[in-house]
C-alpha cells in the first residue's frame, strides 16, 4: 500500500511549525479518543465472543494509541527553536518519531503472526465465534475509515509526514477489520479454521506497514534527498531571480518535512563582491517563500568563466621522472 506524496504542490503552504504541531495535536487527540473506544470494545467483545481475530484487531487498535501518545510527544519536541547543538532546529524528531512508530507496528505484527501461527498448529481447538464479534468489527471498519479520511487531510493540510504515516496507520486498521470481518464471517459459515487465519493476514498487514515507515524514516534521517520535481521546483526559483545566468550542484536534504539546500549561482564575473552577494541574498529569500525550505547555502561562481570548483586538477609529476630544469 503506497502512501500519497505530501509534496504533489512544490510551493511550500506557508503553515508555521507551531501551526503543524496545533494541527498534529488536534488529529492525534481525536484518533486517541476513538482508538480508546475501539481497543476496549474489541479485546473484551473478542474474548467474550472466543474471536482470536476480533482479538488482534484489538490489540492493533491498542498499539495506534501508543503511536498516538508519540505523535504528541514529537510534534512537541519538533517545534523547538534552533539551539547550539541542533543549529538546524529539531524538525528531525518527526523523522525519529516516524522510525519508532515503524518498530513499534513491526513488534506488534511479528506477536500477531506468533500467536496466530501457534492457533493453526491445534486447528481444532478453534472455538466457534458469537455473532456479537461481527457487529463490533462493522463498526470499528466504520469508525477507523473516518479517523482516516480525517487524518490524512489534516496531514496534507500541513504537509506533516508523520501525521501521513500515522493517518495511514488508521488506514491499515480499517483494511485489517475488513479481513477480520471476513475471517468471523467464515467462522460463523462453519469453518472456524478462518478466524485465526484472518488475525495472521492481520499480523502480517501491521508488520509490513511498520516496515514501510520505519524504512522510510531510516533514508530520512540518512540525509535522503527529496524527489526530483521539487527540486527542480527550486531550481527554477534560483535561476529566475534576476542576476542569475545560471545553477548547478543543487543539492538536497530532508530535515523532518523541510529541507536543506546547497546550489552554486553563477552570476556575472565582472560583479563586485557585494552585488553577487546581493544577489545571492535574493535568490534565498525567493526561495525561502515559495518553497517548504528550511535553509539555503549558496555559492557564488563566475558565470561562463573557468572557476577552481570545476577546473581540473593538473596531474602531478609522474614517478621516477626528472625534475625539470631551471
Keep these: 500500500m503506497n502512501t500519497p506524496d505530501i509534496n504533489d504542490d512544490t510551493e511550500h503552504s506557508g503553515h508555521t511549525p507551531a501551526q503543524r504541531a496545533a494541527a498534529a495535536s488536534r488529529s492525534t487527540w481525536v484518533s486517541v479518543g476513538v482508538n480508546t473506544v ?6 473484551g467483545i473478542g474474548i467474550v465472543s472466543k474471536s482470536q481475530a476480533l482479538v488482534a484487531d484489538g490489540i492493533h487498535s491498542l498499539s495506534d494509541l501508543v503511536a498516538d501518545f508519540v505523535v504528541l510527544f514529537a510534534s512537541h519536541h519538533s517545534t523547538k527553536d534552533a539551539d547550539a547543538d541542533h543549529p538546524y532546529g529539531h524538525q528531525r524528531f518527526e523523522t525519529a518519531a516516524s522510525l519508532v512508530l515503524g518498530l513499534i507496528l513491526v513488534a506488534v505484527g511479528a506477536a500477531m503472526l506468533w ?7 491445534s486447528p481444532l481447538s ?3 465465534v458469537h455473532s456479537s464479534a461481527l457487529w463490533v468489527v462493522g463498526c470499528a471498519l466504520l469508525a477507523k475509515e473516518a479517523l482516516f479520511r480525517y487524518m490524512l487531510a489534516a ?4 504537509r506533516s509526514s508523520l501525521l501521513v504515516a500515522n493517518a495511514w496507520h488508521a488506514r491499515s486498521d480499517a483494511a485489517s477489520s475488513l479481513v477480520v470481518g471476513v475471517g468471523i464471517i467464515g467462522n460463523l459459515a462453519g469453518y472456524p479454521i478462518l478466524d485465526p487465519i484472518a488475525a495472521l493476514i492481520v499480523g502480517f498487514m501491521v508488520a509490513r506497514m511498520g516496515w514501510g515507515f520505519g524504512w522510510d524514516a531510516l533514508h530520512d534521517l540518512m540525509d535522503r534527498a527529496v524527489d526530483a520535481q521539487e527540486v527542480a521546483a527550486i531550481r527554477r526559483t534560483l535561476i529566475e531571480t534576476p542576476g542569475v545566468s545560471d545553477v548547478h550542484d543543487v543539492r538536497t536534504r530532508k530535515m523532518g518535512d523541510m529541507i536543506v539546500v546547497d546550489a552554486h549561482l553563477e552570476v556575472d564575473a565582472l560583479l563586485t563582491v557585494e552585488a553577487g552577494h546581493d544577489i545571492a541574498v535574493e535568490a534565498r529569500q525567493r526561495v525561502l517563500r515559495r518553497h517548504r525550505v528550511l535553509s539555503l ?8 568563466r573557468p572557476d577552481l570548483d570545476h577546473s581540473q586538477p593538473s596531474p ?3 614517478a621516477g621522472a626528472a625534475p625539470p630544469a631551471h
Aim: glycine share 4%.
Design 38 to 43: 475501539l481497543s476496549t470494545a474489541q479485546i
Design 115 to 121: 500467536a496466530a501461527a501457534a492457533k493453526l498448529q
Design 126 to 128: 478453534v472455538q466457534p
Design 155 to 158: 496531514a496534507k493540510r500541513v
Design 297 to 304: 547555502m549558496t555559492h557564488v561562481d563566475p558565470w561562463r
Design 316 to 318: 602531478g609529476p609522474t
